[in-house]
């Protein structure tokens, strides 16, 4: 799982040492003392650096928004000659890690279920939303409808990334995501 690095130090390695951990083993009620173990520190260490296990779950959560929120305000100045382009490399950026779906739907089920920890996940799909539908209007799409097919293609790219990381079929989620996103050209609907 890539996740962003704003600074050195040790509390952002452990950090990254943790997500790590978590990409590839699951949150479910891992203790500290067991993560701990598990990406050699102590449990003191995390406590130090994070104050609880909500904490750092927390600090997980938001560095890996910060990290996808970052990639996709770099996608405009890559993409500038055709903004589907830049759609598709957030595809896929997000289909090739491969640890990110099992973490993020995780995550998201601790945010339905109240957990505080995962609560900043609702601002995630407020700011992806809104982020899209600024999208669909900057390729000509009307607001309103902008508004419309920004939430499609976020229930698209979950519903796809969900199938991906159940099945492992890339061939099939790619091919659906482009179609998907050729759908959504202004100039195509219009004909």
Excluded: C, K
């Amino acid at each position: 799982m890539t996740v962003a690095e704003p600074a050195t130090g040790p509390q952002e390695a452990l950090l990254r040492r943790a997500i790590a951990w978590f990409a590839a083993n699951g949150v479910g009620d891992t203790s500290l003392r067991t993560l701990a173990a598990q990406i050699g520190t102590s449990h003191r260490m995390l406590i130090y650096h994070f104050g609880s296990r909500a904490g750092l779950l927390t600090a997980m959560v938001e560095a890996i928004w910060r990290d996808q929120q970052e990639f996709l305000e770099s996608l405009p100045r890559e993409a500038a000659d055709d903004p589907y382009d830049g759609a598709w490399q957030f595809w896929v950026r997000l289909a090739d890690d491969r640890a990110f779906a099992p973490l993020f739907f995780e995550m998201s089920a601790a945010a339905m279920q109240g957990h505080a920890w995962a609560s900043s996940l609702r601002t995630w799909i407020v700011v992806w939303t809104d982020r899209l539908g600024q999208f669909f209007e900057d390729v000509g799409h009307p607001p309103a409808q902008a508004q419309a097919q920004a939430r499609m293609a976020m229930a698209m790219t979950r519903g796809v990334l969900f199938e991906l990381a159940l099945t492992g079929d890339r061939a099939t989620a790619d091919a659906t995501m482009a179609a998907f996103l050729d759908s959504t050209r202004p100039s195509r609907r219009a004909g």
